[in-house]
C-alpha cells in the first residue's frame, strides 16, 4: 500500500504520552547502558544499545513505518539467535572457561582483598560479660593482656531480622596488667554476636589492626597484595614495569602480573620473565586462534573431534535415508485407494510423531537397559541374548539409528502423502496402460517426482539431525566415552552435544572457549547447508 | 458527484530504476461522465485508477477530486468506491455486513445505514440474499454485491477496475448492460478499467488509450476522446490498431503523390492505392503506412471498390453472419471481412477492394495523416 | 482408482494389511510397554506385557500422593509431576501466545508492505533459524545472569527468562503465516482502506478473522516445540520445582536411582494429553509442518 495511507503515530491526542513512553525507554536503558560498560560488559551494552536505538528510531520516524511491525519479532531473533552467535563465536577466540571465568578487573579486586597474619600475630580472645547485656573483649598474646570498653553487640538474629548489614567499625583497646576479673561468656556469645565481630577492626596501642581470625582469635591481617601504581624499575635489569597493573605480595615482596597469555597472574623474575606458578582464579583473555589449533593439532581433542564429526554426518544421513524410506513407502501403501481402514492405520502409523519426543526417548532409555528394559528381557527369554545397549559403542549406535527411526518416519510420512497427492493420477493410467506394476510405479513414477520437492526438506531434516542434541543427551548423554579424549566425548556423541558437554560437563574444567570453537565450526557447517538449501529453494520455484 | 483532473502524472514504482510506468497523464474528466481507461496489460491502467483510489501514490504530478487537491488524501477521505476485478468481498461476513462495514466505519448511525443497504440491493436485486455468505452466491451476484458494497457509501466516483473480466461471455455482456443502465441511474462519475475494447467502446462517454511506456516516449496517454473519434480518426497507429475488431490491416509502402485531400501511396506489394488523407506536411517519398479496418473492404467490382490489394488465402472462417478471410499480402498478415459463404480456398489468390475514404494512413513514426472522408459503405 | 484391477489384487491387499498389522505392533509396542509398566508392581521389570498385580501406586505417585506400602512405610511422590506438567503448560502457552503475535505481525509486513532489506531479512531469517541454541548456552546463560541484574523476573532460574528465550525462534512460523496471508487477496485489504478502514483495522477486522485456522496451526506447533525443548530449559532453569516436564523427566534416570515404573506412570500422564491434541489437530497441522521442515 502507498504512502498515503500510512497514518503516523506521532500525530494524533496520545503524542505526548508517546514521547514520554520513549523518553522513559531511552533513560532507563541508557543507565542500562551505562552500567553494563561500566562493569566490562561491552556485548550486552553494544546490544542493548542497538535494540533501543534501532526501536526508537523505528517507532518514530514515519519513512520505517512497515518496519514496526516487524520490529518486535526482529528484536527477538537479534536477541536471542544472532547475538548468543556472535557472542559464541568471540567466546571461541578467549579461554573463557571454569577456572578462568572472571574479567581482569574482578580478579584484580579478588587479590587485592586477600589478607595474610601479619605482624602484631594472633591473640586469644575471650568475651567477658560487663553486665546489661554489655560485653568486654579481651585479647591475650603471652603476658600481654588488651581490653576494649564495654560494648553492646548486635546480635545475628537481630542482624536478619532487621535485614542488616554492619559497616565495618574501629575499637580502641588499651593494654591492663591483669586479666579484669569479669566473668567469661559462654563460646554462645560468640557465635550468636560472629557477624558483628567480624565487623570489628581492633586497633592496639602500638597500632596494628586485629580482625577476627578464628572463634577464639584475632590476629594482626594486612591486605596481601598492593597494587603499584607507578611505574618501577626492575634493578636487576632496568626493565621497566609499568604502572597499574603489577600487584606486590607484601609478605614476600615478590612482584606479581597479569599474564595476558594465559589468563593468570603470574610472579616476575629480575628480568620481568614470568617464573612463578599460576595464581588462581584466572581471568579471561583473548587467546586468538589457540582453541582453533588445539582441534587441529592437540591428539587429545582431534581425535575425538574427527570421529565424532564423522559419526554425526553418518548418523544424519542415516536417519534421513532410513526415515524416508519407511515414510514414503508407508506414504504410498495408506494412500492405496483399494486398501479398507485407511484412516485408522493413517492415526496409529504417526503416533509415534505425536507423542513428545522427549517422552518417547526416555521411555527407550528404559526399554534398552541393559538389566532392567524390557527389550533384554524379551530378547533373553527368545534367543537367549542381552546385547550390550549402552556400553558397546556399534550397539548403541544401531540403538539410536532404531530409536531415531522410530521417531522420525512419520514424519517424512506426512511430508510424502502431501506431496503424493500433487502427482496427476492419470500419470498412473498411463503407465498402467504401459502396464506397469505397482513396484514399478513407485520406482520409476513415485520416487523421481517426489524426489524433487523433498530434496529442500530433507537437507532441513539432515541439518536437523545433524544438530539432534535431545536424543543423544536423553538416550546415551554420548556414551560410551572415547578413550584417549581429553575432553568429556562419547562414541555416540553427535557434535553438538560434545560441545555441550565440554561447555557443560567437565566438572571444573568447563571449556567454555573451546566449546564455543567447536560450535563456531558447526556454525559454519550448518550455514552452508543453509545457503545451499536457500538456492536450491529458490531455485525450484523459479523452475 | 466531482470531475476528476490529472496534471502531469507520473508513476515511478522503483526510484532506482528510472522505469516510469505511466509518464506524463493529463486527463480532465467532467462530473457524470463514464470514463474507461483501456490498453493492452502491463500498460498502466490499472495502476492509474489505484492511484486516483489512493491505493498506489502519486510520484509527481497532480491529483484533484472535486476541485481538492488529493495527492495525500488517504483512499477513504477522497469519497470514492472500488469495485475491484477479484470483488474483494469479505469471505467471513454476509451480505449485508458487507456492504455496511465501511458505513459502521464511519459511525454513521444504524437507520441510515440500514436505509442505504436496503436501498443498494434493491436496485441490485440483492435483497432476498443479504444474509448470504459471498462463497455461496453465483458470479454474477459477487459482481452486484461488490458493486452495492460502492453505492451505499454514495462516493462521488466510481472506479471499476477489471469488474467483468472473471465472468464467462453470456453473463459479462449481461452484467454490462446492468452497468451501463445503472450509469444512467446515479448518473455519477465512474471511471472504469477493462482490456475489453468492446466493452470501452460500448459502455464510454470518453476513452482514454493507454499503452506499454516506452522508455523515450513523452507519455504512454495514446488519446482521449469519444469511442466513435477513436474509431474514425484514431490518433496514431496504435489507437487505431487497437480500437476495432478485428484488428485493423497494416501496409507499409511510400507516398507518391502528395495533397490536402487525396494522397497516392506505392505498397510495397506493387499495390498503388488512392486514399482520402491529407498530407500536405509530408514530403513525396516518406515511407508510410496504410491502414485499412477489415470491415471496410469490400469485393472486386463493388462500386466502393476504388483501389486493389492483392493476396493469397491462407484461411476462411464462415461465421454464418458473415466470413472472415485470412490473407498474406506480401508476409503481412490481412483479414478481409466478407459476405457469408463467401468462396475462397486456400492458397487461391484474391483481390480485394479497398475504398479511398475508408483508408487510414500513417507517418513512419506512426502519427496519422487527417483523413478527409468518412466513409459509409452503402 | 476406479480402474479395473487384476484378480491378484485380492491376495496383494491381504499382504498388504498383514505387513502393516506386523509393522503397526513393531511401532505401538514401546507405547503399550510403557502403559503396561505404569500400572506393574515395583520398579523393576519383569518382562510382562500385561501386567499381573496391576497397581496404581505410580500413578498415586505421579499425581503427588503418598503410597504406604504393605510394611506400613510411607513412599512420598518423589517428584512434582503436576507442578512440572503446569510449568510446562504455563511456558509453553505463554511463549507460544506471544510467539503467535510476533509472527504474525511480522509475517503481515512482509506480505502486505514493501520496505527496504524485505527479501534479505527473510532469507536471513530462514538460514539463522538452523543454528541450533545449544550451541549459544554459553551466551544465553551470560545474557540472563545480565538480564537478572536489571530484571529480576527476566533473570536466570525464572520462567519469564525462559520464555523470553523462547520469542527468538519464530522465523519459520512467519514463514508459514505469510505464506497464508499471501493467499489471502490483498485487494480485501484495499476494499477496507477505501470502505475507511486504517492499515490497523483493516488487519485486525479483515485478515486477522480470516487467518484463524493458520494461527492456530503456528499456536500448536509452537506449543508442542517448548513443551519438548530441553538444552534451554535444562540450563536456565535449575530449582526442581521450576522444571519443566521435558527437563524434569530425566530426573528418573539417575543412574543408581532407576524409578522405571514411576517414571511410566508420569510419562503416560503427561505425553497422553499432548498426543491427544496432536492426533486432533493433525490433519491442519500437516501444511505447517511441510512449509517448516525442521522436525525429525
Given at each position: 500500500m502507498g504512502v498515503s495511507t500510512t497514518s503516523g503515530l506521532m500525530q494524533g491526542k496520545y503524542a505526548w504520552l508517546k514521547l514520554l513512553l520513549i523518553t522513559a525507554i531511552v533513560a532507563l536503558n541508557g543507565y542500562a547502558i551505562i552500567m553494563m560498560y561500566a562493569s566490562g560488559e561491552y556485548a550486552f551494552a553494544l546490544l542493548n544499545l542497538v535494540i533501543v536505538a534501532s526501536g526508537v528510531y523505528v517507532f518514530t520516524s514515519k519513512r520505517a513505518y512497515a518496519h514496526r511491525y516487524i520490529y518486535p519479532g526482529m528484536a527477538g531473533m537479534v536477541m536471542f539467535i544472532i547475538f548468543p552467535l556472535l557472542y559464541t563465536v568471540g567466546i571461541a577466540f578467549t579461554n573463557y572457561s571454569g577456572t578462568n571465568l572472571l574479567t581482569l578487573e574482578r580478579v584484580e579486586r579478588m587479590h587485592l582483598a586477600r589478607t595474610y597474619t601479619a605482624q602484631g600475630g594472633t591473640f586469644d580472645f575471650a568475651m567477658l560479660e560487663s553486665g546489661e547485656g554489655k560485653y568486654v573483649l579481651q585479647l591475650v598474646q603471652d603476658d600481654k593482656v588488651l581490653v576494649s570498653s564495654p560494648l553492646s553487640p548486635i546480635s545475628?538474629?537481630?542482624?536478619?531480622?532487621?535485614?542488616?548489614?554492619?559497616?565495618?567499625?574501629?575499637?580502641?583497646?588499651?593494654?591492663?596488667?591483669?586479666?579484669?576479673?569479669?566473668?567469661?561468656?559462654?563460646?554462645?556469645?560468640?557465635?550468636?554476636?560472629?557477624?558483628?565481630?567480624?565487623?570489628?577492626?581492633?586497633?592496639?596501642?602500638?597500632?596494628?589492626?586485629?580482625?577476627?581470625?578464628?572463634?577464639?582469635?584475632?590476629?594482626?591481617?594486612?591486605?596481601?597484595?598492593?597494587?603499584?601504581?607507578?611505574?618501577?624499575?626492575?634493578?636487576?635489569?632496568?626493565?621497566?614495569?609499568?604502572?597499574?597493573?603489577?600487584?606486590?605480595?607484601?609478605?614476600?615482596?615478590?612482584?606479581?602480573?597479569?599474564?595476558?597469555?594465559?589468563?593468570?597472574?603470574?610472579?616476575?623474575?629480575?628480568?620481568?620473565?614470568?617464573?612463578?606458578?599460576?595464581?588462581?582464579?584466572?581471568?579471561?583473555?583473548?587467546?586468538?586462534?589457540?582453541?582453533?589449533?588445539?582441534?587441529?593439532?592437540?591428539?587429545?581433542?582431534?581425535?575425538?573431534?574427527?570421529?565424532?564429526?564423522?559419526?554425526?554426518?553418518?548418523?544424519?544421513?542415516?536417519?534421513?535415508?532410513?526415515?524416508?524410506?519407511?515414510?514414503?513407502?508407508?506414504?504410498?501403501?495408506?494412500?492405496?485407494?483399494?486398501?479398507?481402514?485407511?484412516?485408522?492405520?493413517?492415526?496409529?502409523?504417526?503416533?509415534?510423531?505425536?507423542?513428545?519426543?522427549?517422552?518417547?526417548?526416555?521411555?527407550?532409555?528404559?526399554?534398552?537397559?541393559?538389566?532392567?528394559?524390557?527389550?533384554?528381557?524379551?530378547?533373553?527369554?527368545?534367543?537367549?541374548?542381552?546385547?550390550?545397549?549402552?556400553?558397546?559403542?556399534?550397539?548403541?549406535?544401531?540403538?539410536?539409528?532404531?530409536?531415531?527411526?522410530?521417531?522420525?518416519?512419520?514424519?517424512?510420512?506426512?511430508?510424502?502423502?502431501?506431496?503424493?497427492?500433487?502427482?496427476?493420477?492419470?500419470?498412473?493410467?498411463?503407465?498402467?496402460?504401459?502396464?506397469?506394476?505397482?513396484?514399478?510405479?513407485?520406482?520409476?513414477?513415485?520416487?523421481?517426482?517426489?524426489?524433487?520437492?523433498?530434496?529442500?526438506?530433507?537437507?532441513?531434516?539432515?541439518?536437523?539431525?545433524?544438530?539432534?542434541?535431545?536424543?543423544?543427551?536423553?538416550?546415551?548423554?554420548?556414551?560410551?566415552?572415547?578413550?584417549?579424549?581429553?575432553?568429556?566425548?562419547?562414541?555416540?556423541?553427535?557434535?553438538?552435544?560434545?560441545?555441550y558437554r565440554i561447555a557443560f560437563e567437565g566438572s571444573g574444567t568447563q571449556d567454555f572457549g573451546l566449546a564455543s570453537a567447536i560450535a563456531t565450526m558447526i556454525f559454519l557447517v550448518v550455514g552452508a547447508i543453509a545457503l545451499f538449501n536457500l538456492r536450491l529453494t529458490n531455485a525450484n520455484k523459479s523452475v | 458527484m466531482a470531475e476528476v483532473i490529472l496534471n502531469n502524472v507520473r508513476k515511478n514504482y522503483d526510484p532506482a530504476i528510472h522505469q516510469d510506468t505511466l509518464r506524463d497523464i493529463n486527463l480532465n474528466i467532467a462530473n457524470g461522465e463514464f470514463i474507461v481507461f483501456v490498453g493492452p496489460s502491463g500498460c498502466g491502467k490499472s495502476t492509474l485508477l489505484r492511484m486516483i483510489a489512493g491505493l498506489e501514490d502519486i510520484t509527481s504530478g497532480e491529483l484533484k477530486i472535486g476541485g481538492n487537491y488529493m495527492n495525500d488524501v488517504p483512499p477513504v477521505d477522497r469519497n470514492v468506491g472500488m469495485v475491484f476485478q477479484s470483488y474483494a468481498l469479505y469471505p467471513h461476513m454476509d451480505l449485508r455486513e458487507n456492504m455496511n462495514f465501511g458505513l459502521k466505519l464511519k459511525k454513521l448511525d444504524k437507520k441510515t445505514i440500514d436505509e442505504r443497504v436496503?436501498?443498494?440491493?434493491?436496485?441490485?436485486?440483492?435483497?432476498?440474499?443479504?444474509?448470504?455468505?459471498?462463497?455461496?452466491?453465483?458470479?454474477?451476484?459477487?459482481?452486484?454485491?461488490?458493486?452495492?458494497?460502492?453505492?451505499?457509501?454514495?462516493?462521488?466516483?466510481?472506479?471499476?477496475?477489471?469488474?467483468?473480466?472473471?465472468?464467462?461471455?453470456?453473463?459479462?455482456?449481461?452484467?454490462?448492460?446492468?452497468?451501463?443502465?445503472?450509469?444512467?441511474?446515479?448518473?455519477?462519475?465512474?471511471?472504469?478499467?477493462?482490456?475489453?475494447?468492446?466493452?470501452?467502446?460500448?459502455?464510454?462517454?470518453?476513452?482514454?488509450?493507454?499503452?506499454?511506456?516506452?522508455?523515450?516516449?513523452?507519455?504512454?496517454?495514446?488519446?482521449?476522446?469519444?469511442?466513435?473519434?477513436?474509431?474514425?480518426?484514431?490518433?496514431?497507429?496504435?489507437?487505431?490498431?487497437?480500437?476495432?475488431s478485428p484488428k485493423m490491416n497494416f501496409l507499409a509502402g511510400e507516398l507518391v503523390e502528395k495533397g490536402d485531400k487525396t494522397s497516392r501511396i506505392r505498397l510495397y506489394t506493387g499495390d498503388e492505392i488512392v486514399a482520402a488523407v491529407d498530407t500536405s506536411s509530408a514530403q513525396v517519398g516518406d515511407k508510410v503506412e496504410l491502414g485499412c479496418r477489415p470491415e471496410h473492404l469490400v469485393e472486386v467490382g463493388h462500386a466502393h471498390a476504388d483501389c486493389q490489394i492483392t493476396g493469397t488465402v491462407q484461411v476462411t472462417e464462415h461465421l454464418g453472419s458473415e466470413s472472415y478471410v485470412y490473407m498474406d499480402v506480401d508476409g503481412n498478415d490481412f483479414t478481409f471481412k466478407a459476405r457469408p459463404e463467401f468462396p475462397a480456398e486456400a492458397g487461391q489468390e484474391l483481390k480485394v477492394g479497398l475504398p479511398t475514404d475508408a483508408c487510414y494512413l500513417f507517418d513512419k513514426d506512426g502519427v496519422a495523416f487527417p483523413r478527409t472522408a468518412k466513409y459509409n459503405k452503402d | 482408482m476406479p480402474m479395473v484391477q487384476p484378480k491378484s489384487l485380492k491376495y496383494r491387499k491381504l499382504g498388504t494389511h498383514i505387513a502393516i498389522c506386523a509393522f503397526l505392533c513393531l511401532i505401538i509396542f514401546p507405547l503399550l510397554m510403557v502403559i503396561a509398566i505404569s500400572?506393574?508392581?515395583?520398579?523393576?521389570?519383569?518382562?510382562?506385557?500385561?501386567?499381573?498385580?496391576?497397581?496404581?501406586?505410580?500413578?498415586?505417585?505421579?499425581?503427588?500422593?503418598?503410597?504406604?506400602?504393605?510394611?506400613?512405610?510411607?513412599?512420598?511422590?518423589?517428584?512434582?509431576?503436576?507442578?512440572?506438567?503446569?510449568?510446562?503448560?504455563?511456558?509453553?502457552?505463554?511463549?507460544?501466545?506471544?510467539?503467535?503475535?510476533?509472527?504474525?505481525?511480522?509475517?503481515?509486513?512482509?506480505?502486505?508492505?514493501?520496505?527496504?532489506?524485505?527479501?534479505?531479512?527473510?532469507?536471513?531469517?530462514?538460514?539463522?533459524?538452523?543454528?541450533?541454541?545449544?550451541?549459544?548456552?554459553?551466551?544465553?546463560?551470560?545474557?540472563?545472569?545480565?538480564?537478572?541484574?536489571?530484571?529480576?523476573?527476566?533473570?536466570?532460574?525464572?520462567?519469564?527468562?525462559?520464555?523470553?528465550?523462547?520469542?527468538?525462534?519464530?522465523?519459520?512460523?512467519?514463514?508459514?503465516?505469510?505464506?497464508?496471508?499471501?493467499?489471502?487477496?490483498?485487494?480485501?485489504?484495499?476494499?477496507?482502506?477505501?470502505?475507511?478502514?486504517?492499515?490497523?483495522?483493516?488487519?485486525?477486522?479483515?485478515?486477522?478473522?480470516?487467518?484463524?485456522?493458520?494461527?492456530?496451526?503456528?499456536?500448536?506447533?509452537?506449543?508442542?516445540?517448548?513443551?519438548?525443548?530441553?538444552?534451554?530449559?535444562?540450563?536456565?532453569?535449575?530449582?526442581?520445582?521450576?522444571?519443566?516436564?521435558?527437563?524434569?523427566?530425566?530426573?528418573?534416570?539417575?543412574?543408581?536411582?532407576?524409578?522405571?515404573?514411576?517414571?511410566?506412570a508420569a510419562a503416560v500422564l503427561s505425553g497422553f494429553p499432548i498426543t491427544i491434541v496432536f492426533l486432533l489437530a493433525q490433519r491442519w497441522l500437516v501444511g505447517g509442518l511441510t512449509a517448516g521442515g525442521v522436525k525429525g
Amino acid at each position: 500500500m502507498g504512502v498515503s495511507t500510512t497514518s503516523g503515530l506521532m500525530q494524533g491526542k496520545y503524542a505526548w504520552l508517546k514521547l514520554l513512553l520513549i523518553t522513559a525507554i531511552v533513560a532507563l536503558n541508557g543507565y542500562a547502558i551505562i552500567m553494563m560498560y561500566a562493569s566490562g560488559e561491552y556485548a550486552f551494552a553494544l546490544l542493548n544499545l542497538v535494540i533501543v536505538a534501532s526501536g526508537v528510531y523505528v517507532f518514530t520516524s514515519k519513512r520505517a513505518y512497515a518496519h514496526r511491525y516487524i520490529y518486535p519479532g526482529m528484536a527477538g531473533m537479534v536477541m536471542f539467535i544472532i547475538f548468543p552467535l556472535l557472542y559464541t563465536v568471540g567466546i571461541a577466540f578467549t579461554n573463557y572457561s571454569g577456572t578462568n571465568l572472571l574479567t581482569l578487573e574482578r580478579v584484580e579486586r579478588m587479590h587485592l582483598a586477600r589478607t595474610y597474619t601479619a605482624q602484631g600475630g594472633t591473640f586469644d580472645f575471650a568475651m567477658l560479660e560487663s553486665g546489661e547485656g554489655k560485653y568486654v573483649l579481651q585479647l591475650v598474646q603471652d603476658d600481654k593482656v588488651l581490653v576494649s570498653s564495654p560494648l553492646s553487640p548486635i546480635s545475628n538474629s537481630e542482624l536478619s531480622a532487621r535485614k542488616q548489614t554492619l559497616e565495618s567499625s574501629e575499637v580502641k583497646l588499651s593494654h591492663v596488667e591483669q586479666k579484669p576479673e569479669l566473668e567469661v561468656a559462654q563460646i554462645r556469645a560468640i557465635t550468636q554476636n560472629r557477624q558483628f565481630l567480624n565487623s570489628l577492626v581492633l586497633v592496639t596501642p602500638e597500632g596494628d589492626e586485629l580482625v577476627m581470625s578464628g572463634l577464639r582469635k584475632f590476629a594482626a591481617q594486612a591486605p596481601l597484595f598492593t597494587k603499584l601504581d607507578k611505574d618501577r624499575v626492575l634493578q636487576d635489569s632496568g626493565v621497566v614495569i609499568p604502572g597499574g597493573s603489577a600487584l606486590r605480595n607484601n609478605q614476600t615482596g615478590e612482584l606479581m602480573m597479569p599474564n595476558m597469555e594465559t589468563g593468570f597472574y603470574q610472579y616476575i623474575d629480575g628480568n620481568a620473565e614470568f617464573v612463578g606458578n599460576r595464581v588462581t582464579p584466572g581471568f579471561t583473555v583473548n587467546i586468538g586462534w589457540k582453541n582453533f589449533e588445539r582441534v587441529v593439532k592437540d591428539d587429545g581433542i582431534k581425535k575425538p573431534f574427527v570421529q565424532i564429526f564423522i559419526w554425526t554426518v553418518i548418523f544424519a544421513g542415516c536417519s534421513v535415508a532410513f526415515t524416508l524410506a519407511i515414510g514414503m513407502v508407508l506414504a504410498c501403501v495408506i494412500q492405496w485407494e483399494e486398501l479398507k481402514g485407511r484412516a485408522i492405520y493413517r492415526v496409529l502409523l504417526i503416533l509415534p510423531y505425536a507423542v513428545p519426543a522427549f517422552i518417547s526417548i526416555l521411555v527407550f532409555k528404559g526399554l534398552f537397559n541393559q538389566n532392567f528394559g524390557e527389550i533384554n528381557a524379551l530378547l533373553n527369554a527368545w534367543f537367549g541374548i542381552k546385547p550390550d545397549w549402552f556400553t558397546d559403542p556399534t550397539l548403541a549406535k544401531t540403538m539410536i539409528l532404531i530409536v531415531n527411526t522410530w521417531l522420525g518416519y512419520p514424519y517424512m510420512m506426512i511430508l510424502c502423502m502431501g506431496l503424493l497427492k500433487s502427482i496427476p493420477e492419470d500419470l498412473y493410467e498411463a503407465s498402467a496402460m504401459d502396464g506397469a506394476g505397482p513396484i514399478k510405479n513407485f520406482f520409476n513414477i513415485t520416487v523421481p517426482l517426489l524426489m524433487k520437492p523433498l530434496t529442500p526438506l530433507l537437507i532441513a531434516s539432515f541439518a536437523f539431525n545433524f544438530n539432534n542434541f535431545v536424543l543423544i543427551q536423553l538416550l546415551t548423554s554420548g556414551g560410551p566415552d572415547i578413550i584417549g579424549a581429553t575432553t568429556p566425548a562419547g562414541t555416540t556423541d553427535l557434535l553438538v552435544s560434545y560441545t555441550y558437554r565440554i561447555a557443560f560437563e567437565g566438572s571444573g574444567t568447563q571449556d567454555f572457549g573451546l566449546a564455543s570453537a567447536i560450535a563456531t565450526m558447526i556454525f559454519l557447517v550448518v550455514g552452508a547447508i543453509a545457503l545451499f538449501n536457500l538456492r536450491l529453494t529458490n531455485a525450484n520455484k523459479s523452475v | 458527484m466531482a470531475e476528476v483532473i490529472l496534471n502531469n502524472v507520473r508513476k515511478n514504482y522503483d526510484p532506482a530504476i528510472h522505469q516510469d510506468t505511466l509518464r506524463d497523464i493529463n486527463l480532465n474528466i467532467a462530473n457524470g461522465e463514464f470514463i474507461v481507461f483501456v490498453g493492452p496489460s502491463g500498460c498502466g491502467k490499472s495502476t492509474l485508477l489505484r492511484m486516483i483510489a489512493g491505493l498506489e501514490d502519486i510520484t509527481s504530478g497532480e491529483l484533484k477530486i472535486g476541485g481538492n487537491y488529493m495527492n495525500d488524501v488517504p483512499p477513504v477521505d477522497r469519497n470514492v468506491g472500488m469495485v475491484f476485478q477479484s470483488y474483494a468481498l469479505y469471505p467471513h461476513m454476509d451480505l449485508r455486513e458487507n456492504m455496511n462495514f465501511g458505513l459502521k466505519l464511519k459511525k454513521l448511525d444504524k437507520k441510515t445505514i440500514d436505509e442505504r443497504v436496503d436501498h443498494a440491493s434493491d436496485i441490485l436485486g440483492l435483497t432476498p440474499l443479504l444474509d448470504r455468505k459471498p462463497k455461496e452466491l453465483s458470479g454474477g451476484q459477487r459482481q452486484r454485491v461488490a458493486i452495492g458494497r460502492c453505492i451505499v457509501q454514495q462516493p462521488s466516483v466510481f472506479l471499476f477496475d477489471e469488474p467483468l473480466s472473471n465472468l464467462d461471455a453470456a453473463l459479462r455482456v449481461k452484467m454490462r448492460i446492468e452497468i451501463a443502465k445503472l450509469h444512467k441511474e446515479l448518473n455519477s462519475t465512474i471511471i472504469y478499467v477493462t482490456h475489453d475494447q468492446v466493452e470501452a467502446m460500448t459502455l464510454a462517454d470518453k476513452i482514454v488509450v493507454l499503452s506499454p511506456l516506452n522508455p523515450d516516449a513523452p507519455t504512454n496517454l495514446e488519446q482521449f476522446g469519444e469511442p466513435l473519434e477513436l474509431y474514425h480518426n484514431p490518433a496514431n497507429k496504435f489507437v487505431a490498431g487497437f480500437i476495432g475488431s478485428p484488428k485493423m490491416n497494416f501496409l507499409a509502402g511510400e507516398l507518391v503523390e502528395k495533397g490536402d485531400k487525396t494522397s497516392r501511396i506505392r505498397l510495397y506489394t506493387g499495390d498503388e492505392i488512392v486514399a482520402a488523407v491529407d498530407t500536405s506536411s509530408a514530403q513525396v517519398g516518406d515511407k508510410v503506412e496504410l491502414g485499412c479496418r477489415p470491415e471496410h473492404l469490400v469485393e472486386v467490382g463493388h462500386a466502393h471498390a476504388d483501389c486493389q490489394i492483392t493476396g493469397t488465402v491462407q484461411v476462411t472462417e464462415h461465421l454464418g453472419s458473415e466470413s472472415y478471410v485470412y490473407m498474406d499480402v506480401d508476409g503481412n498478415d490481412f483479414t478481409f471481412k466478407a459476405r457469408p459463404e463467401f468462396p475462397a480456398e486456400a492458397g487461391q489468390e484474391l483481390k480485394v477492394g479497398l475504398p479511398t475514404d475508408a483508408c487510414y494512413l500513417f507517418d513512419k513514426d506512426g502519427v496519422a495523416f487527417p483523413r478527409t472522408a468518412k466513409y459509409n459503405k452503402d | 482408482m476406479p480402474m479395473v484391477q487384476p484378480k491378484s489384487l485380492k491376495y496383494r491387499k491381504l499382504g498388504t494389511h498383514i505387513a502393516i498389522c506386523a509393522f503397526l505392533c513393531l511401532i505401538i509396542f514401546p507405547l503399550l510397554m510403557v502403559i503396561a509398566i505404569s500400572f506393574r508392581t515395583g520398579n523393576f521389570s519383569v518382562g510382562d506385557i500385561i501386567p499381573r498385580n496391576p497397581t496404581l501406586d505410580h500413578w498415586r505417585l505421579a499425581l503427588g500422593i503418598s503410597v504406604e506400602n504393605a510394611d506400613g512405610s510411607i513412599t512420598p511422590p518423589p517428584f512434582p509431576v503436576l507442578t512440572w506438567l503446569w510449568n510446562s503448560i504455563k511456558v509453553a502457552g505463554i511463549s507460544a501466545v506471544l510467539i503467535v503475535v510476533l509472527s504474525t505481525t511480522s509475517a503481515y509486513a512482509f506480505a502486505r508492505m514493501k520496505f527496504k532489506g524485505k527479501s534479505t531479512i527473510l532469507s536471513g531469517m530462514l538460514i539463522f533459524q538452523m543454528f541450533p541454541s545449544v550451541l549459544a548456552l554459553v551466551a544465553f546463560y551470560a545474557f540472563f545472569n545480565m538480564i537478572g541484574d536489571f530484571i529480576p523476573w527476566l533473570g536466570l532460574n525464572t520462567h519469564g527468562g525462559l520464555i523470553l528465550a523462547y520469542l527468538g525462534g519464530i522465523a519459520l512460523h512467519v514463514w508459514t503465516i505469510k505464506g497464508y496471508f499471501e493467499t489471502i487477496d490483498p485487494a480485501l485489504e484495499e476494499s477496507a482502506a477505501i470502505d475507511g478502514a486504517t492499515p490497523w483495522q483493516a488487519f485486525r477486522l479483515i485478515l486477522l478473522p480470516l487467518s484463524v485456522p493458520i494461527l492456530a496451526v503456528v499456536f500448536i506447533l509452537a506449543f508442542i516445540g517448548i513443551i519438548t525443548e530441553v538444552p534451554m530449559a535444562s540450563v536456565l532453569v535449575q530449582d526442581i520445582d521450576k522444571m519443566t516436564l521435558a527437563v524434569g523427566s530425566q530426573q528418573y534416570f539417575y543412574p543408581q536411582n532407576l524409578l522405571w515404573g514411576d517414571f511410566a506412570a508420569a510419562a503416560v500422564l503427561s505425553g497422553f494429553p499432548i498426543t491427544i491434541v496432536f492426533l486432533l489437530a493433525q490433519r491442519w497441522l500437516v501444511g505447517g509442518l511441510t512449509a517448516g521442515g525442521v522436525k525429525g
